[in-house]
């Protein structure tokens, strides 16, 4: 077993994860054998990639059920998040979706449920329903997914809003959109960021960026370690990569150890300028 990650990302109950974990938006659809998809989840939790993130969206749960396969036996060393589709987040539908996403992945509760995007004016219903879900112990934490800052700014005027866990949105390198606002006001409110999408997303060509591939030269290490090193660099992002084979979940991993320097930081600020005004939300 490989040493645990000392770098940890608080959750607002006190909870910590490594700040990089495991996404699986195409796993269990056919990319890649089943075998070698649970072999590299397997492997991600013996490095210390306890986080992992999946949805019921995902293949229609079949995300879910190969990471149920996963897991087996291993449940306790496994932060688990799953995310509801909007239209469930009601008092009708949220139990029904939680126990089919409970029943897809094997376990009896949830580490955190998020709600996938925003849809429509239902934000009370939506919360309301969280928390009893976390009443009935099916989850442990709740929060939200795809939230820009006035969307978080209502949801903590709702009641019991202000229990969420955090907001998940596309951010890294090449998308640093949030950091004019959003993630600000998350940290304001003690709230961790998770950054989907971290290496550049579906059609991406970040990590063919030279300046990726110089400072991973001079760290020997790799351009997706560099810019995932760069997305977790503040202590307050949880960056949750997507990978199917053992090969990337390693590459993912030692990004861990990476501690880019000033200069480093300084040369991929200047080719990937900070926001200086606000920037609309992407999603993906």
């Known amino acids: 077993m490989a040493e645990r990650p000392t770098k940890q990302v608080i959750f607002p109950d006190?909870?910590?994860?490594?700040?990089?974990?495991?996404?699986?938006?195409?796993l269990g659809q056919g990319r890649h054998a089943d075998k070698e998809e649970i072999t590299a989840l397997q492997l991600g939790l013996d490095l210390g990639l306890s986080l992992i993130d999946t949805a019921e969206m995902y293949g229609d749960g079949q995300s879910e059920k190969l990471i149920g396969r996963a897991i087996e036996g291993r449940r306790d060393q496994v932060f688990l998040v799953s995310k509801a589709y909007p239209w469930h987040a009601n008092r009708l539908m949220i139990e029904r979706a939680c126990n089919e996403s409970l029943s897809r992945l094997a376990t009896d509760h949830l580490d955190l449920y998020l709600l996938h995007w925003r849809f429509g004016s239902l934000l009370g219903e939506a919360v309301e329903s969280f928390e009893r879900l976390k009443s009935a112990g099916k989850i442990l934490s709740w929060g939200v997914s795809n939230f820009d800052t006035d969307d978080m700014q209502e949801l903590f005027e709702?009641?019991?809003?202000?229990?969420?866990a955090t907001d998940q949105v596309f951010y890294n390198l090449g998308s640093r959109g949030t950091e004019f606002a959003l993630q600000p006001?998350?940290?304001?409110?003690?709230?961790?960021?998770?950054?989907?999408?971290?290496l550049g997303g579906s059609g991406s060509h970040l990590l063919q960026h030279p300046l990726l591939a110089q400072i991973a030269r001079k760290h020997a290490s790799s351009s997706a370690a560099v810019a995932l090193a760069w997305a977790i660099r503040g202590g307050q992002v949880i960056a949750i990569p997507e990978s199917g084979t053992p090969a990337h979940i390693r590459e993912n991993a030692s990004?861990?150890?990476?501690?880019?320097?000033?200069?480093?930081?300084?040369?991929?600020?200047?080719?990937?300028?900070?926001?200086?005004?606000p920037v609309p939300l992407e999603t993906r």
């Open 14 to 26: 006190g909870r910590k994860v490594p700040p990089i974990g495991m996404g699986s938006w195409h």
């Open 158 to 164: 709702i009641g019991a809003g202000n229990h969420c």
């Open 185 to 198: 006001w998350c940290g304001q409110h003690g709230l961790p960021v998770m950054a989907y999408s971290p």
């Open 255 to 277: 990004a861990l150890s990476l501690n880019l320097d000033d200069e480093d930081i300084e040369a991929l600020d200047a080719d990937f300028p900070a926001p200086t005004h």
